[in-house]
Nanobody
Framework: QAQLVESGGGLVQPGGSLRLSCSAS????????MAWYRQAPGKQRVLLAS???????TYAGAVKGRFTISRDNAENTVYLQMNSLRPEDTAVYYC????????WGQGTQVTVSS
């Protein structure tokens, strides 16, 4: 059964950091592209970062230099380290895996506010 479970969201002050984790079932993690998206209220879901099984990484311009994606292939887990958080980073963050089509987690809320 394909499954993605995010964790690590919460409330953080501007300038703070959070680390999101996504545990995936092996059948959709192994050898596949993993990614993080976010969706703010009233806006479309947007791609933030992706990482291939070989470690090739891409970032959206809005998060480049502040967010870092990584994966632990032994643990079937992908991470998103988020630094220098801004109020505009407030959104529901989704983990995704591509295996013939996209699989999605349930999302985790990140709120950046003082």
């Amino acid at each position: 059964q394909a499954q993605l479970v995010e964790s690590g969201g919460g409330l953080v002050q501007p300038g703070g950091s959070l680390r999101l984790s996504c545990s995936a079932s092996a059948n959709i993690f192994s050898g596949n592209i993993m990614a993080w998206y976010r969706q703010a209220p009233g806006k479309q879901r947007v791609l933030l970062a992706s990482i291939t099984s070989a470690g090739s990484i891409t970032y959206a311009g809005a998060v480049k230099g502040r967010f870092t994606i990584s994966r632990d292939n032994a643990e079937n887990t992908v991470y998103l380290q988020m630094n220098s958080l801004r109020p505009e980073d407030t959104a529901v963050y989704y983990c995704a895996a591509y295996s013939l089509f996209w699989y999605w987690g349930q999302g985790t809320q990140v709120t950046v506010s003082s």
